[in-house]
């Protein structure tokens, strides 16, 4: 065989490995990704749950456990609220804080939004930390921009200044439940047991969503 030849089979034969692992690579990505073990028990963690939005017989339950200075936590957020409006009659959502120590203002938010929760505003409170989250997420004093989102909120300040200085015992209780749950990273999400790390897409969320109900009634999407 001449050196022609064998140089033209080798190139052939990098050009096949290489398109191999591009359609390795590519069909990895066009699949949901869950961690491979096995779920944790959906009871334990939407027991004593505070913060919850819809019906918790639905078919489908999504606990998030969330930091509100972690990055990819705001980037997670608004496909959060979108899969929460399109299957409102097939979700439970739960959220669950898990303040990093790597992120020095992560707790302090997690009282602020709980404060804001003591006047029925936690949710609100949360949307608005994720979207100003570049405002405060550094601060040396957040205190003063969750206290400007309290007043957009139409919050009682007085109260919500006192509430923020409280030790919230379910921040604590999250964080814990969170660890027996095998969390590591925020955000994690555990839809009906199963655990999902890092920021789930739409696409996903809804496979997900339409895959566990697909053998019970029609899933139901709002207008």
Not at 42 to 49: P, T, V
Not at 77 to 85: D, F, G, L, N, S
Not at 137 to 148: G, H, L, S
Request: hydrophobic fraction near 35%; glycine fraction near 8%; proline fraction near 5%.
């Amino acid at each position: 065989m001449s050196g022609e030849n064998k140089f033209l089979i080798g190139i052939g034969v990098v050009t096949l490995l290489v398109v191999a692992v591009g359609i390795f690579f590519f069909s990895s990505k066009q699949s949901v990704q869950k961690v491979d073990n096995s779920p944790f028990d959906k009871a334990q963690l939407i027991d004593g749950a505070k913060h919850f939005k819809g019906d918790p017989g639905a078919p489908v339950t999504i606990v998030e456990f969330g930091d509100l200075q972690c990055p990819a936590c705001q980037a997670a957020q608004p496909i959060v609220r979108k899969i929460e409006e399109k299957y409102s009659q097939n979700i439970y959502f739960v959220f669950r804080h898990y303040p990093l120590t790597i992120h020095k203002n992560s707790e302090i938010a997690a009282k602020a939004s709980e404060a804001a929760g003591d006047q029925g505003k936690f949710f609100e409170m949360v949307d608005l930390m994720y979207t100003n989250q570049n405002e405060w997420a550094q601060d040396v004093n957040p205190r003063e921009n969750f206290q400007k989102y309290a007043t957009q909120l139409g919050l009682n300040l007085d109260q919500f200044n006192q509430n923020m200085q409280k030790n919230w015992d379910n921040i604590k209780t999250d964080y814990a439940l969170g660890n027996r749950a095998g969390v590591q990273s925020t955000p994690t999400f555990f839809i009906n047991g199963e655990k999902y790390p890092g920021v789930v897409d739409e696409g996903q969320f809804q496979q997900i969503i339409e895959g566990i109900v697909q053998n019970q009634e029609p899933v139901k999407q709002t207008p």
